[in-house]
């Protein structure tokens, strides 16, 4: 955001209004002292000085933050990964807008979900009082995407991934922000085993492709739908007697769809089910042998898994296979990412009855726990020539030859006539290969001084061989 002021002092009271209306505070160290004669009421700053403070406290919304140009690499990293895994396996890249209709969410996560009971999503309403919503998370605009464009006619599986920001106002955290970033992959059209498989598959070599190690795939299935409502039924059963004791959001849980109860964070309610069956111990026959197969699958794949009964996915579409890759170094929020089958959520939005199984990782966990496995990232990209103008007439020279020179290499160069020592160290800032240095001598030669920064050794070379002789370097 630019404020554009005239040329004449706006008054105090304009800039403090403005200061108070985007919600601005003067920094906490900035001293009290410094008064004019046209002193705030009551003393203390002016209100000049409290916009001053005020305007220095910019800085990024309190959940989000900075990318910057030195933390690129890593994220570059994850992206290229991703795209190269997935790809060579069929899925194809799916960009969807950064806002739904809110319906798009409501009607996939339903009433009781977090997004909505805990007030997670950023909804507004627009010029045309439409209400809209930031996206929480990528399936349910990306299955939005799937029935608008007729993707069902498309050869099947349909696969999909996608990757960008995400946005929840809740507490941030460690690995938890409120704009954060996700890579996220759906697979449409197949309710096989092998498809189950194939998806946890992909994820997992995902991470081992980012450098991670030591990581592993936790297993579970939630069953049918006949078997989810004999297991809601159960736990409305065992809990009836002891409802009171559930926090105040889980007794609607309870009351709504009881195997959201797993989702709570509340220490209580979760000492409440302790110890009670959980929906994989409730599977039907043709669960549990969809279960099985998509356990071997993964070890004739040698995909390292281990069956938790703990995993739970509270969202109506959900059935069957559920599952999450933990790693262990970034703390008791050890959980990557988590995916899941959810073979009712295209219908449930309108379309055909398309299965469909999922997962998304969030790319600011991952680089985290990257960091904690001592995984190097990718170099950051470095000038192979800065080129230096020692003169006037050099400035222009320098920057039609760096124009030529960029078609094929990374060029940078000083902007002002700058000289050799000043123009060395600034190629030296750049962490250039050559500083290539031009000046009166040089023009009266046709060439460029080149000067090796790591070795100290010095070359004239011809201003048209400079192609070839970097040509070398590379």
Not at 319 to 340: D, K, Y
Not at 388 to 402: L, N, T, W
Request: aromatic fraction near 8%; include cysteine.
């Amino acid at each position: 955001m630019a404020f554009f002021w005239g040329s004449s002092p706006s008054p105090p009271h304009k800039l403090y209004f403005l200061a108070h209306i985007i919600g601005l505070q003067p920094r906490a160290d900035q001293s009290k002292s410094h008064t004019t004669s046209d002193a705030a009421p009551g003393g203390g700053q002016t209100r000049t000085e409290v916009i001053d403070s005020a305007v220095m406290k910019l800085q990024a919304v309190k959940g989000t933050s900075d990318i910057l140009p030195e933390d690129q690499a890593r994220w570059h990293d994850v992206y290229r990964t991703a795209n190269e895994v997935l790809t060579r396996a069929g899925v194809r890249e799916l960009s969807t807008p950064v806002f739904e209709h809110s319906e798009v969410f409501t009607r996939s996560v339903g009433d009781s979900a977090d997004l909505v009971v805990q007030k997670e999503m950023y909804t507004f309403s627009d010029q045309g009082e439409r209400s809209l919503t930031l996206r929480p998370e990528f399936t349910a605009g990306v299955v939005r995407a799937f029935i608008e464009h007729g993707m069902q006619m498309r050869p099947t599986p349909v696969k999909l991934w996608s990757r960008g920001p995400v946005f929840r106002a809740e507490k941030p955290q460690r690995g938890r922000y409120r704009q954060f970033h996700q890579i996220n992959c759906e697979i449409f059209g197949l309710d096989t085993p092998l498809v189950d498989a194939e998806a946890i598959a992909l994820l997992y070599r995902l991470l081992q492709g980012c450098g991670l190690t030591g990581m592993v795939v936790k297993l579970g299935s939630i069953g049918d739908p006949d078997d989810r409502k004999a297991y809601n039924a159960y736990l409305r059963e065992v809990l009836a007697p002891r409802a009171d004791q559930l926090s105040e959001t889980s007794q609607e849980r309870l009351r709504l769809n009881p195997l959201r109860l797993f989702d709570s964070k509340d220490p209580n309610d979760q000492a409440l089910l302790e110890g009670l069956k959980r929906p994989l111990d409730m599977l039907g026959d043709n669960a549990k042998a969809h279960f099985g197969a998509v356990q071997g699958y993964l070890r004739d794949w040698q995909i390292p898994f281990e069956i938790d009964a703990s995993i739970v996915r509270g969202l109506d579409y959900y059935r069957r296979t559920a599952f999450e890759v933990h790693h262990g170094s970034i703390g008791a929020q050890s959980a990557l990412c988590g995916g899941g089958r959810y073979d009712g959520l295209v219908e449930q939005l309108g379309g055909p009855a398309v299965p469909g199984i999922g997962w998304a990782f969030g790319v600011e966990r991952v680089l985290d726990a990257m960091r904690e496995d001592g995984v190097a990232s990718g170099a950051i990209a470095r000038p192979l020539l800065f080129l230096v103008p020692m003169d006037e007439a050099a400035v222009d020279e320098v920057a039609a030859k760096a124009l030529q020179l960029r078609e094929t290499y990374h060029i940078e160069h000083a902007y002002v006539r700058r000289n050799p020592g000043k123009g060395l160290r600034d190629a030296d800032r750049a962490n250039a290969v050559f500083a290539g240095l031009r000046g009166e001598k040089e023009r009266a030669e046709r060439s460029y001084q080149l000067k090796h920064l790591a070795s100290g050794e010095q070359t004239m070379v011809p201003e048209d061989e400079l192609m070839t002789f970097l040509r070398r370097y590379v």
